[in-house]
């Protein structure tokens, strides 16, 4: 009967994906407790909307565990989980309420910033809060997160090459930025 | 536009993430970094951006990882049942397919007795009162149109459509 097999087919499928599940429970609240405050700051820096990065990070959290296959090692695992994350916030720019990534009016975020006002004493939130999002995501993932261009490429799906001349430019601007806010905060030996 | 480099901006890279400078730091490479101005541009990001990471690490509120943990769980079992139901909704829209067919081919295959049923109908709609005894006497008085065989068909058809039609919208 159609139905036996199905009610059949049914239990061994909800058996093998318990049986197949890429992470425990256990050692995803390790890796949970170790990369979870670097995902909030990378998507609440890059978003500029402390509520949103709770979703965002929540959802990237519930992809990466819901994957037949996680790649192998802390290192890999938590890039692949800044790729979910950096997609995330791609398809939040892409929905139709709000504008395309590019098209973005860099001053509404520093308009509407509420992580940048609650770090004004930092000197970093208001510069990053004049950058474009793309260039806030290339920069916090090479200068906060120290990810190679290699890997920033692999996060952002960003070519290589691109992400050399995209970064030249964003960190040029940032520091323009930096210096132009705090003159009397450059380099000191 | 051309992409200036500097031989010296790894090593202070390391420094910076090692956490070295300045006080771990070679005086002539500092000495270097006051006058490069890729070297100064970077240790000025990389202490901002270090800066400002650990700021928004203190300012992440963090779910218990246990919730997050079931929830995911949830979420696939409920995608292994969707995967797994798939056969049986198609099993069901075929049972559809098949009740129309064969409501179409009742139709056509009575298609010439159109005109006697529509007299039956507007008969028994044109009546004094519905009498079972009196559709018994039409039913007789029809050759060629079986009204027992024609019935039960309908409402079998009816009933089966409908279950068809539940299941189907039930998923």
């Not at chain 1, 670097?38 to 959290?61: F, H, I, K, T």
């Not at chain 2, 049972?95 to 129309?100: G, S, W």
Request: net charge positive; charged share 20%; hydrophobic share 50%.
């Amino acid at each position: 009967m159609i139905w036996d097999y199905s009610i059949a087919r049914l239990e061994t499928g909800v058996a093998a994906l318990y049986a197949a599940q890429p992470m425990d429970s256990d050692a995803f609240a390790a890796f949970y407790q170790r990369s979870a405050r670097s995902l909030w700051a990378y998507l609440a820096r890059v978003c500029g909307n402390p509520a949103l990065a709770d979703d965002l990070m929540q959802e990237a959290y519930l992809r990466f565990l819901g994957a037949s296959h996680l790649p192998d090692g802390e290192v890999a695992c938590r890039r692949y989980l800044f790729r979910i994350a950096t997609n995330l916030l791609h398809d939040h720019w892409r929905r139709p309420h709000t504008a395309s990534i590019d098209e973005l009016p860099e001053m509404l975020f520093a308009a509407k910033d509420g992580s940048a006002a609650s770090d004004a004493h930092v000197m970093l939130g208001p510069a990053l809060a004049q950058m474009r999002p793309r260039d806030r995501q290339l920069l916090w993932l090479a200068y906060a997160e120290d990810y190679t261009h290699n890997e920033i490429a692999e996060i952002t799906g960003l070519k290589s090459t691109s992400i050399r001349l995209l970064l030249f430019r964003a960190r040029r601007k940032v520091a323009r930025l930096l210096r132009n806010e705090h003159p009397a905060e450059r380099v000191q030996a | 536009m051309t992409l200036r480099h500097c031989a010296h901006e790894k090593e202070v890279m390391a420094l910076l993430r090692s956490g070295g400078w300045p006080a771990a730091c070679d005086p002539d490479l500092r000495e270097h970094v006051e006058g490069c101005s890729l070297c100064a541009q970077t240790v000025l990001l990389k202490s901002s951006f270090a800066d400002a990471l650990a700021h928004a690490k203190d300012e992440a509120r963090l779910q218990a990882p246990g919730v997050l943990w079931w929830r995911a769980q949830l979420r696939r079992r409920n995608a292994a049942v969707q995967r797994v139901n798939r056969p049986l909704a198609g099993a069901q829209w075929f049972a559809l397919l098949i009740n129309l067919l064969a409501a179409v081919a009742l139709l056509a295959s009575q298609w010439r007795h159109l005109d006697r049923m529509t007299a039956w109908f507007s008969g028994i709609a044109n009546g004094p009162v519905f009498h079972p005894a009196t559709l018994w006497a039409m039913m007789a008085q029809l050759p060629g149109w079986n009204l027992m065989i024609l019935i039960p068909f309908i409402v079998a058809f009816v009933v089966l459509g409908g279950i068809t039609v539940y299941l189907a919208s039930e998923r």
